[in-house]
T-cell receptor, first 116, second 115 residues
Framework: AQKVTQAQTEISVVEKEDVTLDCVYE???????LFWYKQPPSGELVFLIRRNSFDEQNEISGRYSWNFQKSTSSFNFTITASQVVDSAVYFCALSGGNNAGNMLTFGGGTRLMVKP | DGGITQSPKYLFRKEGQNVTLSCEQN?????MYWYRQDPGQGLRLIYY???????QKGDIAEGYSVSREKKESFPLTVTSAQKNPTAFYLC??????????????FGPGTRLLVL
């Protein structure tokens, strides 16, 4: 069975602070895919990134960066110089390579509040 | 503009009533999905469909039904058998259902409330 744990249910920071959202996963699949989604107050999930299990390179996109470490089964997400618009719930999700149906297993989400 | 639309944005259900949530996509995606989100929680899969006229149960299918008569449409019916239907419902689609690598894209959601 697959599992995704986001231990931080809520994080509050002041604008311009850096913040890291943790994601730990469990899977028996040798090939798998990890995702991050952002859910702003409007409710729609916005896709941020997909990472394959065989590619451990970290990725940076503007103020966003992701640290994938297979050794610790973690896929953490860092926002540099946070802004009020970053306030949202962030979900980490996992899909297995042997998973017929492309089903995602979601973590419980981390609510990020960025105060001005 | 390509995307996923869901309607209505808010839906009220009376006791014993069946209600249908609409989901349409114009992304030419083969696979479509329905998720339920309860307050403060992650998403749970209700049903998914890999191709037209085929669909599979997810983790919490009881009390729900779906159809997939057209590629672009995947309506979800919340039946009277669903005893606790109040939740936020999200529809998603992906290019194919493949082997897990396809990214799912989500619609804006429908909030269902019981009167």
């Amino acid at each position: 069975a697959q599992k995704v744990t986001q231990a931080q249910t809520e994080i509050s920071v002041v604008e311009k602070e850096d913040v890291t959202l943790d994601c730990v996963y469990e899977t028996r699949d040798t090939t798998y895919y990890l995702f991050w989604y952002k859910q702003p107050p409007s409710g729609e999930l916005v896709f941020l990134i997909r990472r394959n299990s065989f590619d451990e390179q970290n990725e940076i996109s503007g103020r966003y960066s992701w640290n994938f470490q297979k050794s610790t089964s973690s896929f953490n997400f860092t926002i540099t110089a946070s802004q009020v618009v970053d306030s949202a719930v962030y979900f980490c999700a996992l899909s297995g390579g042997n998973n017929a149906g492309n089903m995602l297993t979601f973590g419980g989400g981390t609510r990020l509040m960025v105060k001005p | 503009d390509g995307g996923i639309t869901q309607s209505p944005k808010y839906l009220f259900r009376k006791e014993g009533q069946n209600v249908t949530l609409s989901c349409e996509q114009n992304l030419n995606h083969d696979a479509m999905y329905w998720y339920r989100q309860d307050p403060g929680q992650g998403l749970r899969l209700i049903y998914y469909s890999q191709i037209v006229n085929d669909f599979q149960k997810g983790d919490i299918a009881e009390g729900y039904s779906v159809s997939r008569e057209k590629k672009e449409s995947f309506p979800l019916t919340v039946t009277s058998a669903q005893k606790n239907p109040t939740a936020f419902y999200l529809c998603a689609s992906s290019k194919s259902s493949g082997v897990g690598e396809e990214t799912q894209y989500f619609g804006p959601g429908t909030r269902l409330l019981v009167l």
